[in-house]
């Protein structure tokens, strides 16, 4: 009986050993916690404390800064080639209010323009397999960056410069941007991204939550293979605080992740005007899927700093409530670039505030009509289907440019209720299948100066009396067919303009319609063929 017990005490003995060993191996192998590390969870700054880890962590090939619970602070980071910052559940990272803590300046890329500027919270540059992850919560303090904002927009006297403007200034020299965009430049201060990674590989960001940054949040510049999945963002009435913001990167995937911020929630965009045609680099291989967007200017936009081109897009599965518009697709003249094969898909919208889709290239400049050239904006091949929209504003707005219309568009199983209904001007190409706009002010669909156009089986449950549920205005080669209207409507087609011509009606069913075609003034006698 002694023997055995002295046998499980030594086999007792030899345990604890090899789970101490075990927790040795496993504290020394990669793994850094900083409160072992000479850092604080007290919300003293440990900037340097924190820096010095992931040099260490580097110089050994790689490894995990870990925050256990409690309170930090710090100033800008650089992230290394094999680094993951790993909060625990009940950490909270602040970042400091001091723009001193985000100097020196580096290179960077700011609303498509590549510049130097102040340190992004996060930085990157030229490496590879980095991560941010955990349950924790990562205050970017915005608050201090948007009052510098509002204090030289709204001064109205020339204000003596900063040190911070003097410093942008003496390092930008001969940095070239159109005239439109002076207003901005001219405030020589531009707020450092959340997250920026320039020109790196192989990112994930997974699990953490993000509040309060200066400027915008999740923001890859020239990357590759990014994820972005199962984060948080909160940014309260704040300016361009967009949530996730990839730019001329390729292959990313962003999926279930909850936005509410004070600009556009995801944003896809890869340069400014002369600037991004110079790198030209498209963002391509894009996935979004399985997200919440709230408040927002926009639920997912394109643009509309696009001028290296993006192409390849998938949108499916989301749910936007609350946002100004939904779907938003924008540029402009003399911004370049093509926007072509993007897929939208099973998407729930409600509460919005202006246009459920829109794609317009009228954004944020003149309009004036000018030759074809690699300043010309492309909108092409773009599909939508299965979208449900209540409480909007707006269904949706389709506004190209004379010199290059929209092409190749549709929309297909949507059913939308709101204010006003769709309207197309200037495209080519455009189909409507299976799609219901029941308005309460004008027209379902209003279109014009367009060709090529197919709508099937599409209504309004809620036709107005004296109002037509489609308008056409200089429309050529369109095909109306498969139509019913259940309810009793008056007028179920207006068609006016000189241009407008072959017109076909098809497989229509008009005995609820009091008027099947309503025919303006200008309208040819053999514009429309029954």
Same mark, same amino acid.
């Given at each position: 009986?002694?023997?055995?017990?002295?046998?499980?005490?030594?086999?007792?003995? @030899?345990?604890?050993?090899?789970?101490? %060993?075990?927790?040795?191996?496993?504290?020394?192998?990669?793994?850094?916690?900083?409160?072992?590390?000479?850092?604080?969870?007290?919300?003293?700054?440990?900037?340097?404390?924190?820096?010095?880890?992931?040099?260490?962590?580097?110089?050994?090939?790689?490894?995990?800064?870990?925050?256990?619970?409690?309170?930090?602070?710090?100033?800008?980071?650089?992230?290394?080639?094999?680094?993951?910052?790993?909060?625990?559940?009940?950490? @909270?990272?602040?970042?400091?209010?001091?723009?001193?803590?985000?100097?020196?300046?580096?290179?960077?890329?700011?609303?498509?323009?590549?510049?130097?500027?102040?340190?992004?919270?996060?930085?990157?540059?030229?490496?590879?397999?980095?991560?941010?992850?955990?349950?924790?919560?990562?205050?970017?303090?915005?608050?201090?960056?948007?009052?510098?904002?509002?204090?030289?927009?709204?001064?109205?006297?020339?204000?003596?410069?900063?040190?911070?403007?003097?410093?942008?200034?003496?390092?930008?020299?001969?940095?070239?941007?159109?005239?439109?965009?002076?207003?901005?430049?001219?405030?020589?201060?531009?707020?450092?991204?959340?997250?920026?990674?320039?020109?790196?590989?192989?990112?994930?960001?997974?699990?953490?939550?993000?509040?309060?940054?200066?400027?915008?949040?999740?923001?890859?510049?020239?990357?590759?293979?990014?994820?972005?999945?199962?984060?948080?963002?909160?940014?309260?009435?704040?300016? #361009? %605080?967009?949530?996730?913001?990839?730019?001329?990167? /390729?292959?990313?995937?962003?999926?279930?992740?909850?936005?509410?911020?004070?600009?556009?929630?995801?944003?896809?965009?890869?340069?400014?005007?002369?600037?991004?045609?110079?790198?030209?680099?498209?963002?391509?291989?894009?996935?979004?899927?399985?997200?919440?967007?709230?408040?927002?200017?926009?639920?997912?936009?394109?643009?509309?700093?696009?001028?290296?081109?993006?192409?390849?897009?998938?949108?499916?599965?989301?749910?936007?409530?609350?946002?100004?518009?939904?779907?938003?697709?924008?540029?402009?003249?003399?911004?370049?670039?093509?926007?072509?094969?993007?897929?939208?898909?099973?998407?729930?919208?409600?509460?919005?505030?202006?246009?459920?889709?829109?794609?317009?290239?009228?954004?944020?400049?003149?309009?004036?009509?000018?030759?074809?050239?690699?300043?010309?904006?492309?909108?092409?091949?773009?599909?939508?289907?299965?979208?449900?929209?209540?409480?909007?504003?707006?269904?949706?707005?389709?506004?190209?440019?004379?010199?290059?219309?929209?092409?190749?568009?549709?929309?297909?199983?949507?059913?939308?209720?709101?204010?006003?209904?769709? %309207?197309?001007?200037?495209? /080519?190409?455009?189909?409507?299948?299976?799609?219901?706009?029941?308005?309460?002010?004008?027209?379902?669909?209003?279109?014009?100066?367009?060709?090529?156009?197919?709508?099937?089986?599409?209504?309004?449950? %809620?036709?107005?009396?004296?109002?037509?549920?489609?308008?056409?205005?200089?429309?050529?080669?369109?095909?109306?067919?498969?139509?019913?209207?259940?309810?009793?409507?008056?007028?179920?087609?207006?068609?006016?303009?000189?241009?407008?011509?072959?017109?076909?009606?098809?497989? #229509?069913?008009?005995?609820?319609?009091?008027?099947?075609?309503?025919?303006?003034?200008? @309208?040819?006698?053999?514009?429309?063929?029954?």
């Amino acid at each position: 009986m002694r023997k055995n017990n002295t046998t499980m005490k030594i086999k007792n003995i @030899l345990l604890i050993l090899c789970f101490i %060993t075990s927790l040795t191996a496993f504290a020394n192998d990669g793994w850094y916690n900083i409160l072992n590390e000479g850092g604080n969870n007290k919300g003293q700054k440990c900037t340097d404390v924190i820096q010095k880890i992931i040099e260490k962590a580097s110089k050994n090939g790689g490894g995990t800064i870990y925050f256990p619970a409690g309170e930090y602070l710090t100033g800008a980071l650089t992230l290394r080639s094999n680094i993951t910052i790993h909060l625990d559940s009940g950490a @909270l990272l602040k970042f400091s209010e001091n723009f001193d803590d985000f100097l020196p300046y580096v290179e960077m890329r700011y609303e498509g323009i590549v510049m130097k500027s102040f340190q992004p919270l996060f930085y990157a540059k030229d490496v590879e397999n980095i991560t941010i992850t955990g349950r924790g919560v990562i205050d970017g303090q915005g608050k201090a960056w948007w009052n510098e904002v509002y204090r030289i927009e709204s001064a109205k006297e020339p204000l003596p410069p900063t040190k911070y403007q003097t410093m942008w200034e003496e390092q930008n020299k001969g940095l070239y941007t159109e005239p439109y965009y002076k207003r901005t430049v001219d405030k020589k201060f531009f707020r450092p991204s959340f997250f920026q990674a320039y020109n790196c590989k192989n990112i994930l960001i997974e699990g953490v939550t993000f509040k309060n940054s200066p400027f915008w949040t999740i923001n890859p510049e020239f990357c590759d293979n990014v994820t972005v999945t199962g984060i948080s963002i909160f940014n309260p009435h704040s300016p #361009n %605080t967009d949530g996730i913001n990839p730019s001329s990167c /390729t292959n990313v995937h962003i999926s279930n992740c909850h936005i509410s911020v004070g600009d556009d929630c995801i944003t896809i965009k890869s340069g400014r005007d002369g600037d991004g045609r110079k790198y030209g680099k498209a963002t391509e291989n894009v996935t979004i899927t399985n997200c919440t967007m709230l408040s927002g200017h926009g639920g997912v936009v394109i643009g509309s700093e696009m001028s290296g081109g993006i192409k390849k897009i998938t949108i499916s599965n989301c749910v936007f409530d609350g946002t100004d518009r939904g779907i938003r697709i924008k540029s402009a003249r003399g911004r370049g670039g093509v926007v072509e094969d993007i897929r939208v898909d099973n998407i729930v919208m409600k509460n919005i505030k202006e246009e459920a889709i829109v794609l317009s290239l009228f954004y944020d400049k003149g309009t004036t009509v000018e030759p074809v050239t690699e300043k010309t904006p492309i909108f092409r091949n773009i599909h939508m289907s299965n979208i449900t929209a209540s409480n909007v504003n707006k269904a949706g707005q389709i506004l190209g440019i004379t010199e290059m219309p929209i092409q190749n568009i549709t929309f297909s199983n949507i059913s939308m209720d709101g204010k006003e209904g769709f %309207t197309v001007s200037t495209a /080519t190409d455009v189909e409507f299948h299976d799609v219901k706009v029941n308005a309460t002010v004008g027209s379902s669909f209003k279109i014009s100066d367009s060709k090529n156009v197919i709508l099937d089986n599409v209504g309004s449950s %809620t036709a107005i009396k004296g109002v037509p549920v489609i308008k056409l205005d200089n429309v050529s080669n369109a095909l109306i067919n498969n139509n019913f209207p259940f309810n009793p409507t008056d007028i179920f087609i207006e068609a006016n303009g000189k241009d407008t011509r072959n017109i076909f009606l098809k497989n #229509n069913v008009f005995n609820n319609v009091t008027t099947a075609i309503k025919k303006g003034k200008d @309208l040819d006698k053999k514009a429309i063929t029954e």
